[in-house]
């Protein structure tokens, strides 16, 4: 009876470690690949064939290129 418990405290000690090692990898696997997504520009197309990637901050990307105050008004006439 004794070994019997010995056996079932050795496949739980072993079943604990092998979680402990899968959980440790998936760790690992997480971090590698949140790293390199970092690294990856945000902003990027795809034209033709070609990429193109916008290096610019958001609040730059975001910025009107011509202001509400400047353009040319032309009256329209029939």
Known sequence: MTFLKFILFIFI???VLLLFIAFSFYN????AT?????RQPKNQTKV?????ID??????????????DEGE???FEE
């Not at 949140?34 to 970092?38: G, I, L, P, V």
């Open 48 to 52: 033709n064939g070609n990429v193109i």
């Open 28 to 31: 690992t696997i997480r971090k």
């Open 73 to 75: 008004y032309v009256e």
């Open 55 to 68: 290096q610019r901050s958001p609040e730059e990307t975001n910025k009107k290129i011509i202001g509400d």
């Open 34 to 38: 949140r790293h390199f997504q970092e």
């Open 13 to 15: 000690a072993a079943f």
